[in-house]
């Protein structure tokens, strides 16, 4: 390590800025043509291939990564858009590990799956570099008028299914960017540069879509007044607010969600600039978690300390990712759970109890604690939905009810993406919600 | 370690890979490297009267695999592009310091008595074990009545083979070209001739391409493309079936075979000598690696030897030549079935869509209750094609086993199904 020096807390400049703009470079770095040409070759054109039912968005993979292996890369990308219009994002976010890689045949006596993610962004990217007009066209008006709320991946993929329909379609979002968690959330050396901004460019490109930014539903718009100004209403707002650890002490300066630590990270025009602990504690076992821990670590912290109430095979984040904390040097501790928050005037420590499953397999605390030593604690346990400004639509389970075509308890208003219960809270099925509830709208249009 | 030498048209050869004629045996500073890296000889880059030809700009089109693997090259060359003197001067000194190595002359000329004896006579003098006839080159040369202009006509193939036989008193090869009908007629013109043996195959006549942007073939010169000759791994079915059509065919099976046409490893080589070459040439192969390729053909031949227990490559030499029929004479009663291993298959599902598809809907794709699929083969509606066998990604996951029956060996002229059955049977 660097510097055994006592240093004061959140303090910037602990790297310099070229090792920072490395750290925050594309954890995977694009496939050369070679690499296309290789890999490309490596799949088999499975029949009814199981990597196509493992992704969510049941894009036709044999058939793309053939074209780019007949030297067709924009076909490929047309065959991938078709399917996943966030075929971009999604190329560079999904754990494919757990999705469509972990499903591979090549799997099966080779332990080596075919690198679907980089040969997906290879094509995407390479139809993306064209400017070329918008692939898809739309179809005739219909002269029908959806409102969407949110443009984060489940609000863009159902905007751009429906324009592609014929409808015309209006995007309220709060923010001032669109992309939602593309643009706040995942983590920076996943999407570098300003890919998200770019591919809803192209999204946009089909036409028919009008964004509202600063429009906050609750806040800004009534949704009754959307409702009778539109035939149908999608809405697609994430989840908005976070679970907290319920400590006394939790508002003191240095306790910060891990999703603002990231959204201020990703936004941040110089990363070097950006304030950091010298001795972080992230506590989760998530993706979010991972995330928060290893770019702490990227912008210089010197000590990141993970720490999780059960163990790793509890853990939601995938193997792919727990190995990603581990050789960036963070500290994992398991069966652990904070019990007090340390501060005098500014945040000292945190006291964890060790954990343990009892006999009926409840998660206890042991009453053996132990202290780590922190100036920024980072937490990433989850977030749930807001509730306050969805009135009208049952939520269970912290989720808004939908049927099978996304139609939430209030008629004519659908709902896809992390804000229900559909798969896992993931970009690619956030998409594949918002295009299905899309597909559902139009049907919902023609018989309405 | 099993011995490689053999023997062919008289000569001796240390091993029976010789590199054929074409660019890798160009120069004496080719030849000396190419006996240095194990190749036990090689036929000199075609010898034509002086003045010497002159070539083209871009003269190599390619048959690529999606991996950018070559399956073939097609060439626009044309014969040696050096004079005569120095072609004759390198394969003296050649001969002199590679006294072990077999050295052929290739020649052309045109359809004259004089020209193909005196040419003949000079490179004999020279040193060299034997005489190549090139009547093969199929672009160029052909077009000044050389080449293949002769090797298509059996009577030229006759004529000249004689011209030389009578010139010179060393082994005749005649190189065949494999753009005729029949094989067979060239093959028996230069037994009539003399030959002591015929090479084959040379290129096949190819466009192999099209440069789609400039709407030219390739390789293009200067915005024109024409056609010239394919050889290479692809054209090894071809000249197998021609090596095999002469050594069982009994007017033309006292042919000693020189095998040529695609021969990349030392299972093709070993396939020419089964079909009845007594030994081989290589040249695409040599091109795409370099002349270090000959280690795998002499190790992997003499490998395969000891395994199989031969001691001697006659030993089989034209083994498989009695195993060539026609097709009046296979077996009706014969049945094979394709058979999966289930432990083996990685469920890629290409299998039942082949079948399913373009066979005969003989292979089932169901669902494991466990999750999964499983595949697996109707037998009565297999018919034994082998597609699937050929198409499966996982070696010996399908195999193709002949089931068991006591019906007789019955050929099409003998099965009641045909109408023109023979009375007799
Ligand atoms: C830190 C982090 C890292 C992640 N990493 C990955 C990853 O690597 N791979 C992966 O597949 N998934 C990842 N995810 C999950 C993924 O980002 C989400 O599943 C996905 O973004 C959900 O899409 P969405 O459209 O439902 O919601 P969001 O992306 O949250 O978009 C919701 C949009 O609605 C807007 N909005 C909210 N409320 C209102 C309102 N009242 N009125 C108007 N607009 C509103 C928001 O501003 C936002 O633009 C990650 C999530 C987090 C938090
Ligand atoms: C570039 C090139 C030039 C050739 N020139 C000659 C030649 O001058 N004389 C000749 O008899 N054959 C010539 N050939 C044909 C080869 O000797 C050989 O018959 C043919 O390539 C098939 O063998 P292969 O598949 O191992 O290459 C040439 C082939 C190539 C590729
Ligand atoms: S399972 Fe693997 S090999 Fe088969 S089609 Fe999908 S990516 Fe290709
Ligand atoms: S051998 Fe032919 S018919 Fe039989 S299962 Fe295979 S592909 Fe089908
Ligand atoms: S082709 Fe081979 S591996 Fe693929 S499903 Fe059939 S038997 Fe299994």
């Known amino acids: 390590m660097t510097t055994q020096q006592a240093k004061p807390a959140l303090q910037t400049g602990q790297m310099s800025a070229v090792a920072i703009a490395d750290n925050f470079s594309d954890l995977h770095p694009p496939f050369s043509t070679l690499q296309a040409m290789a890999e490309s070759n490596r799949c088999l054109y499975c029949y009814d291939a199981p990597c196509v039912t493992a992704c969510p968005t049941s894009i036709d993979i044999p058939s793309f990564i053939r074209k780019i292996s007949t030297g067709n890369p924009d076909g490929a990308a047309k065959t991938i858009l078709s399917a996943n219009i966030m075929g971009g994002t999604c190329a560079r976010a999904c754990p494919t590990e757990v999705l469509c890689e972990q499903a591979c045949v090549r799997n099966v006596a080779e332990d080596e799956a075919v690198e679907i993610g980089s040969l997906q962004r290879y094509a995407v990217d390479h139809l993306m570099a064209r400017n070329l007009p918008h692939p898809f066209k739309r179809a005739e008006a219909t002269g029908k008028k959806i409102a969407v709320i949110g443009a984060g991946p489940a609000g863009l993929s159902c905007a751009h299914r429906a324009a592609m329909l014929g409808h015309d379609v209006t995007v309220f979002e709060a923010k001032p960017k669109p992309g939602g968690l593309n643009e706040y959330g995942l983590a920076a050396y996943k999407m570098t540069n300003d890919f998200a901004q770019r591919e809803v460019e192209f999204l946009l490109g089909i036409g028919g879509i009008t964004i509202e930014y600063g429009k906050a539903l609750g806040r800004d718009i009534a949704l009754a007044d959307v409702k009778s100004s539109f035939d149908a209403v999608f809405v697609g707002v994430g989840l908005g607010a976070t679970n907290n650890l319920g400590l006394a002490g939790e508002a003191a300066s240095g306790v910060d969600d891990a999703i603002d630590f990231i959204e201020n990270l990703r936004q941040a025009s110089d990363k070097s600039t950006l304030p950091v602990g010298n001795s972080v504690v992230v506590i989760g076992g998530g993706n979010t978690a991972i995330d928060a821990a290893v770019q702490a670590k990227r912008l210089g912290a010197d000590e990141v300390t993970l720490v999780y109430r059960r163990g790793p095979e509890h853990m939601s984040a995938t193997e792919f990712e727990q190995e990603l904390a581990k050789i960036n040097g963070v500290i994992v501790r398991y069966w652990a759970k904070p019990v007090e928050i340390k501060a005098n005037g500014r945040l000292m420590g945190m006291v964890f109890e060790k954990t343990a499953l009892d006999a009926s397999g409840k998660l206890v605390g042991t009453g053996e604690t132990f202290e780590v030593k922190t100036d920024q604690v980072l937490k990433a346990i989850g977030q749930k939905i807001k509730t306050d400004d969805l009135a009208g639509m049952e939520i269970s389970g912290g989720k808004i009810v939908v049927d099978d075509t996304y139609q939430t308890t209030a008629p004519g208003i659908f709902a896809g993406g992390d804000c229900i219960k559909s798969g896992e809270d993931l970009t690619v099925q956030s998409v594949e919600d918002g295009k299905c509830a899309a597909i559902a709208i139009d049907a919902f249009l023609k018989t309405a | ?425």
Not at chain 2, 219 to 236: E, L, R
Not at chain 2, 287 to 311: A, K, N, P
Not at chain 2, 356 to 385: L, R, W, Y
């Open chain 2, 1 to 425: 370690m099993a011995d490689l030498s053999c023997k062919i048209a008289g000569i001796d050869s240390l091993n029976p890979f010789w590199l054929a004629s074409a660019p890798p045996t160009d120069k004496k500073y080719n030849v000396v490297r190419a006996f240095q890296a194990g190749w036990g000889g090689v036929v000199w880059k075609t010898l034509g009267i002086d003045p010497p030809v002159v070539n083209v700009s871009s003269r190599y089109g390619a048959h690529h695999d999606q991996n950018r693997r070559l399956l073939g090259i097609n060439n626009i060359e044309l014969i040696s592009d050096r004079p005569l003197a120095l072609n004759l001067q390198e394969i003296r000194e050649c001969r002199a310091e590679w006294p072990d190595h077999v050295i052929i002359g290739s020649m052309m000329a045109p359809i004259e008595e004089r020209a193909w004896k005196d040419l003949a006579q000079q490179i004999a003098e020279s040193g060299v074990h034997g005489i190549e006839l090139n009547l093969g080159c199929p672009h160029g040369m052909c077009e000044r009545g050389m080449g293949s202009a002769i090797g298509q006509v059996p009577e030229m193939v006759e004529q000249v083979t004689r011209w030389v036989k009578e010139a010179v008193d060393i082994p005749v090869f005649t190189k065949l070209t494999p753009n005729i009908t029949n094989i067979l007629w060239s093959a028996e013109a230069a037994l009539k001739g003399g030959a002591d043996a015929v090479s084959l195959i040379n290129t096949v006549n190819s466009i192999i391409s099209v440069d789609l942007d400039q709407m030219v073939p390739e390789p293009m010169v200067d915005g024109k493309g024409t056609h010239g000759g394919y050889c290479g791994s692809a054209v090894k079915p071809i000249a197998l079936n021609m090596v095999a059509e002469i050594a069982r065919t009994p007017e033309t099976r006292a042919l000693e075979i020189s095998g040529i046409g695609g021969i990349t490893t030392w299972k093709d080589a070993a396939e020419f000598m089964a079909l009845g070459a007594n030994a081989v040439q290589v040249c695409t192969a040599a091109m795409i690696y370099g002349f270090r390729v000959v280690d795998d053909l002499i190790d992997g031949m003499s490998q395969w030897m000891d395994d199989q227990g031969y001691s001697s490559v006659d030993q089989f030499t034209r083994k498989a030549v009695p195993q060539v029929a026609n097709w009046n004479e296979l077996n009706m009663n014969f049945d094979t079935k394709a058979v999966i291993d289930p432990d083996k298959c990685i469920e890629c599902g290409r299998c039942h869509i082949a079948c399913e598809d373009t066979s005969h809907q003989a292979i089932a794709m169901n669902a494991k209750p466990e999750g999964g699929k499983e595949f697996v083969v109707i037998d009565e509606e297999c018919v034994g094609c082998n597609l699937c066998y050929h198409i499966c990604p996982v070696p010996d996951c399908i195999t193709m086993e002949p089931v068991k029956t006591d019906k007789p060996y019955m050929t099409w002229p003998q099965h009641p199904l045909n109408p023109m059955r023979d009375a007799a049977e």
